[in-house]
């Protein structure tokens, strides 16, 4: 039985696959554990944690951050004064006007690719695709760098409860024992539980047995880094089992639920927010529904004013709490929307000229960078692509751009060779 667990031909799909039963398997659809590495190093820099929160189709830069009221291409809202003084965005956003002092927002991006698939892979990885070559994604790698190697909770959580959008983080080059814990179907890990009839003294027997038949089968193969790493995603699964309230929401207090409202979204931003203070180092939530080819006014309507309040309330909560000083919080897409409205009073893929925000640790808040045309058509003040950004997200979090890794035989740096960071934006 257990020289079949650790058999060659039982790979990542199969292991989480299992049940968790005896040896404390773990399976789930929707879950994966990373498995851990054996030494702790420091901290790269302030930064500890870093919160994605990916508007899943492609949000409108004209309904939130670069709005251009009167104009043709600019739709029927006004736009209000931020925290920062002279800059305005959309009227739909009054709560996180008022927080702006905290965020960086960047109006210029020009990214190129419009489809969805292609343009989130070159968003989340910050390179452009590359043949033979799958590039880990910046969440993996802000996973790999930040965490601290102790802790038996996951290094990365990838919350994204709708199908709409749904992307899993890639690993890219990496060991798959970088992959994050997957949150698909709810907002708890499933398969925590004890088998009925199984106790807490019992399973912990079986899990020493398990560990110990597992490390004197590896002594005497080759592949021990993969029973190695199985013991580690074993570990992962006993703290996750020992720390299940932390996913359980009914633990905040009625108040602090409320203050985030018990929508989806806000939801997960809750969640988010335990997990950070509990030290998992990068977490990421996701907000559907952005693909506004039709009706674009009214869903942003509805889209906005949720985004609004549940941003705002996160951003108050982290900075309440002292972790807005030591969490990252970057807001992004695929892309933007167009300039010009469809004939189904839709905007469709923009990504010449879009924006995304960054706030917290790393980053000067109450700053705005870049700027485009009058209609927003292009970039006129500031360009930067997805690899500028995915550098400035590393170096905000005190990552040496210049690091490498090992893709097979060939060195690979972190940061793209010529992506320059948005220095203004900066901490």
């Known amino acids: 039985m257990w020289s079949n667990?650790?058999?060659?031909?039982l790979r990542r799909r199969a292991f989480l696959r299992g049940t968790l039963a005896g040896a404390a398997a773990l399976g789930s659809a929707g879950v994966s554990v990373a498995f851990d590495e054996p030494a702790a190093k420091p901290l790269a820099g302030p930064t500890?944690?870093?919160?994605?929160?990916?508007?899943?189709?492609?949000?409108?830069?004209?309904?939130?951050?670069?709005?251009?009221?009167?104009?043709?291409?600019?739709?029927?809202?006004?736009?209000?004064?931020?925290?920062?003084?002279?800059y305005h965005i959309g009227e739909l956003m009054p709560k996180t006007a008022a927080m702006l002092q905290h965020v960086a927002v960047v109006r210029s991006l020009n990214t190129e690719i419009s489809e969805h698939e292609q343009a989130a892979d070159l968003i989340s990885s910050g390179r452009p695709a590359e043949a033979g070559l799958e590039y880990p994604e910046i969440g993996v790698l802000l996973a790999k760098e930040l965490t601290v190697r102790e802790t038996l909770l996951p290094d990365y959580v990838s919350c994204f409860t709708t199908t709409e959008g749904r992307r899993r983080p890639r690993v890219g080059f990496l060991n798959a024992k970088h992959s994050p814990l997957l949150l698909e179907k709810s907002l708890r890990p499933e398969h925590l539980d004890l088998p009925a009839g199984l106790n807490e003294s019992q399973h912990t027997s079986r899990e020493r047995l398990r560990e110990q038949l597992s490390s004197r089968f590896a002594a005497r193969r080759a592949g021990a880094e993969l029973a190695n790493g199985y013991n580690s995603a074993f570990a992962k699964v006993r703290g996750l089992m020992q720390s299940d309230t932390l996913f359980n929401l009914e633990k905040e207090p009625e108040a602090v639920r409320l203050r985030y409202g018990k929508t989806p979204f806000g939801e997960?931003?809750?969640?988010?927010?335990?997990?950070?203070?509990?030290?998992?180092?990068?977490?990421?939530?996701?907000?559907?529904?952005?693909?506004?080819?039709?009706?674009?006014?009214?869903?942003?309507?509805e889209l906005v004013p949720d985004f609004d309040h549940v941003y705002s309330t996160l951003l108050a909560d982290l900075h309440e709490r002292g972790l807005l000083k030591s969490t990252l919080v970057i807001v992004l897409s695929e892309f933007g929307r167009t300039p010009?409205?469809?004939?189904?009073?839709?905007?469709?893929?923009?990504?010449?000229?879009?924006s995304v925000a960054l706030a917290g640790s790393g980053v000067r808040g109450g700053t705005v960078y870049g700027k485009t045309d009058p209609d927003g058509k292009t970039v006129v003040e500031g360009q930067a692509n997805a690899s500028d950004l995915a550098a400035t997200i590393y170096k905000a979090a005190g990552l040496d751009l210049h690091k490498e890794y090992q893709a097979g035989l060939r060195p690979v740096?972190?940061?793209?060779?010529?992506?320059?960071?948005?220095?203004?934006?900066?901490?």
């Open 268 to 301: 997960q931003c809750l969640l988010a927010r335990r997990l950070i203070e509990a030290g998992v180092g990068v977490v990421k939530v996701a907000r559907g529904f952005w693909d506004s080819h039709h009706d674009n006014f009214e869903s942003h309507r």
């Open 340 to 354: 010009v409205i469809n004939q189904d009073v839709g905007r469709d893929h923009y990504a010449t000229a879009w």
């Open 48 to 86: 500890k944690n870093v919160l994605f929160i990916w508007l899943a189709g492609g949000a409108s830069q004209f309904e939130m951050w670069d709005p251009k009221p009167g104009r043709e291409t600019g739709g029927p809202f006004r736009t209000i004064q931020t925290s920062i003084p002279g």
């Open 413 to 427: 740096p972190l940061a793209k060779e010529d992506a320059q960071p948005i220095e203004g934006i900066l901490a």
């Open 5 to 9: 667990a650790l058999d060659p031909l």
